[in-house]
């Protein structure tokens, strides 16, 4: 890290160029970003919060620049969005081009190349080789809401399954389908009915393995809602808002395959997995599992809003013509910073270095682990990886020690997420742009942080 007295020049333009360093030249939050803060108390709803105090500068490769002129190192990715990087080049070259040319005309009114650019590129990347179509959105919830639209028509059945501490968004059929009551629900009822709830592995809780928690899944939908009424199962192959639960080996075959076996459309929401974030294209990849529909957002389109449902061919055909669409879905601008960031991805191999920022994570944190047995579990998968922290010994949550924890690390310049139903996992998604040297110096921040919390 370096210190300096005197803020740097002003700058608005972010990207790799940026000095690639931690920088700490006031507190955190500094004197412009309080002030900043004052007047975002005074016109944005509480209802919005925010994480971290400071007002953003300009981000890219792997640090987040603040009015005050702190220099951050970015482990949140905007939470799994900026994969590619901030303000990356081939996005911001690709989306300029495009707002230069035009800015909407409404793909249901007048279609253009880039959404078939797009869908054309789900296509191929989507675990599958079948026949593939895709519909294009602004948000993850938009998509998933879309995705059991689909799955609907094309099976003629109502429910859907979901499972334990799961995260689907936060509309109001996705907040039925999210399991989390605080922040995400609380209040905001009545929900969207025809949502069923299944028990999800969690080896680190369940103590079960794949085919034991396939099983005891099954035997709730099999027994509580009935295979012949299920349209679909919508699970996040690695949860995220959850707490990065990864399901014991053999837990989404198994899932998978009775979809299959009794006409359910087993539905995937990559929506923060996806796009190189655990070292494949897709999380589902990893297992040999071939979803037959698949939501997509987040790290899609490197921070334009941008979401998809990609589905086999005959099932997203289903839908009568016009039952699909939205006003802004697919706007040409995050359809050519898709296009850019898919070029960010194949020119710089953006699933091998999710694969090696994993292992650098993995042995940061299971070095940590050793120390500090608060530490219950290290897990993730690539460059999507988390601590659970309990009361050692136990299972006991302690959300108090994850919260010091994170407070510390934002104190230092390091933007860290948490995440969990009981708020007690860390979570890590840097950039894939980002150097070793940074997410060394960020682990040893987070390494300071148990230290000085114990
Ligand atoms: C973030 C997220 C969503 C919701 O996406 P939004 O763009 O915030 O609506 C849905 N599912 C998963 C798995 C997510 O991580």
Not at 184 to 212: C, H, I, N, T, W
Not at 272 to 290: K, L
Request: aromatic residues 6%.
């Amino acid at each position: 890290m370096t210190t300096t007295d005197a803020a740097p020049a002003s700058t608005t333009s972010g990207g790799p160029g940026l000095p690639q360093e931690r920088r700490l030249v006031t507190e955190i939050p500094g004197p412009l970003s309080q002030e900043k803060l004052a007047r975002k108390k005074e016109h944005v709803a509480d209802g919005v919060g925010t994480m971290l105090p400071v007002f953003v500068q300009a981000a890219g490769g792997g640090v987040i620049v603040d009015v005050d002129g702190n220099s951050l190192i970015d482990l949140g990715s905007g939470i799994a969005v900026t994969s590619v990087g901030n303000a990356a080049p081939s996005v911001v070259r690709r989306a300029q081009e495009q707002l230069a040319a035009f800015t909407h005309t409404c793909f249901m009114i007048t279609p253009y190349d880039g959404y078939v650019d797009v869908c054309a590129t789900l296509a191929e990347v989507t675990p599958g080789d079948h026949p593939k179509k895709s519909a294009l959105f602004n948000s993850g919830a938009e998509a998933v809401e879309n995705a059991v639209k689909i799955a609907r028509v094309a099976t003629g059945r109502d429910a859907v399954a979901v499972f334990d501490h799961a995260y689907h968004g936060r509309t109001n059929l996705t907040m039925a389908m999210t399991s989390k009551n605080m922040p995400y629900k609380d209040g905001f009822g009545p929900f969207a009915g025809e949502v069923y709830r299944a028990p999800m592995s969690y080896p680190l809780r369940d103590g079960l393995s794949g085919e034991q928690a396939a099983a005891r899944a099954i035997d709730v939908l099999d027994k509580q809602v009935g295979a012949g009424n299920l349209a679909c199962v919508a699970i996040e192959p690695i949860q995220g808002e959850g707490g990065f639960v990864v399901p014991a080996p053999g837990f989404l075959p198994a899932v998978a395959e009775w979809c299959t076996a009794n006409g359910v459309l087993f539905l995937a929401d990559e929506i923060q997995t996806g796009f190189c974030r655990t070292g494949d294209w897709f999380a589902s990849d990893h297992e040999g599992v071939v979803p037959d529909l698949i939501t997509t957002a987040k790290g899609i389109a490197g921070g334009l809003p941008l979401a998809a449902v990609t589905g086999r061919a005959e099932i997203m055909d289903a839908v009568h013509v016009g039952g699909l669409g939205g006003t802004y879905g697919g706007n040409p601008v995050a359809c050519a910073a898709a296009l850019g960031a898919l070029e960010e991805i194949r020119t710089h191999d953006l699933t091998g270095r999710a694969r090696a920022i994993g292992a650098r994570m993995d042995s940061h944190l299971q070095a940590l682990a050793e120390s500090h047995p608060v530490i219950a579990e290290v897990r993730g998968r690539g460059a999507m990886m988390a601590i659970e922290l309990c009361t050692p010994g136990s299972i006991t949550p302690d959300a108090a020690r994850a919260a010091a924890v994170s407070a510390y690390c934002h104190s230092q310049g390091v933007v860290t997420l948490t995440c969990g139903t009981w708020g007690n996992v860390f979570r890590f998604l840097p950039p894939l742009s980002i150097s070793d040297d940074l997410l060394d110096e960020a682990f040893g921040v987070v390494a300071e942080g148990f230290a000085v919390t114990a």
